[in-house]
């Protein structure tokens, strides 16, 4: 089947479910839950972003059979990804995205080599379940693909969200 014609898959977002302990006040109390966490990866280059599951645990269709390091020069002449943890949750108007935190990844297909600081990638993922917005880092291409990926995903979540992720999405928003 040639790319053309493979059916376009739509996967939702993870929406926060039960409490992890149901109740009961043992082993496990104060654990944060994965289950309103999403994974979304941009590909600037290729204009699209989508949600891949696989990534929560650096299983992506995207991450397949590469290698990654630390050393940035062991993927140069790679592409360019940004993996966005995106963190749903509930407020007085309905569901919105709490938490988009943006971590960078540099894969080269050819070489098989990708570099990522997985720390990094830990730590915004935790970032974003405590409903931080960080994603002023992305180049401004990277940043209108992930608000239109976003926005057309689930208009209701976007408009409910903060206007704090609509500005630092916006083109003009300033970079590091």
Known sequence: MSNEQKPKQKMGF???KNDPTDGHKGFGIGSLSLENVSPVIVDAEEGVA????G??????DTERGIKFTTNREDSEGGKLYWLVWVTIDFNE???YYAGVTACEMIINREK??????LADHVNLMDKSMKRNIIVDHMDDTSKAILADFLSSHNKEMWDNSETKLHIDLSADS???
Do not use: Q
Not at 112 to 117: A, C, D, E, S
């Open 112 to 117: 098989r080599r990708g570099y990522k600081l």
């Open 93 to 95: 108007n309905g569901p």
């Open 14 to 16: 993870t929406i926060i």
């Open 55 to 60: 990534a929560m645990h650096a299983r992506s």
């Open 50 to 53: 989508r949600i891949e599951i």
């Open 174 to 176: 300033p970079e590091l």
